[in-house]
């Protein structure tokens, strides 16, 4: 089993940046890609970024390319997304997210591959 602790969100205005934490517990995180994911009212939860196990290969959302950064600290079992130069469509409750399976490289990029999930942190971009 692994749970999982995003914070990090809050109210930011547009062009500022935010950093996420996810700490996850159990001693399998090195083994497993790691996912954030958004959603906002009324639409499925989209991906945004992953991070596969051992190269810690990245992949990310177009519409988050060259704005947001996933990075993992296995040590510290955690998994990061900065996130920069924010617009006010970014504007949604951010999910973590961990791959039911071991060893992916790269990543998933779909929700349903994931089996544990956090509880979620609001972020707020104003205009």
């Known amino acids: 089993q692994v749970q999982l602790v995003e914070s990090g969100g809050g109210l930011v205005q547009a062009g500022g940046s935010l950093r996420l934490s996810c700490a996850a517990s159990g001693r399998t995180f090195s083994s497993r890609a790691m996912g954030w994911f958004r959603r906002t009212p009324g639409k499925e939860r989209e991906f945004v970024a992953t991070i596969s196990w051992g190269r810690g290969i990245t992949n990310y959302a177009d519409s988050v390319k060259g704005r947001f950064t996933i990075s993992r600290d296995n040590a510290k079992n955690t998994v990061y997304l900065q996130m920069n130069s924010l617009k006010p469509e970014d504007t949604a409750v951010y999910y973590c997210?961990?791959?039911?399976?071991?060893?992916?490289?790269?990543?998933?990029?779909?929700?349903?591959?994931?089996?544990?999930w956090g509880q979620g942190t609001q972020v707020t971009v104003s205009s």
């Open positions: 997210a961990a791959d039911g399976s071991l060893y992916s490289q790269p990543g998933p990029t779909f929700a349903s591959d994931y089996d544990y």
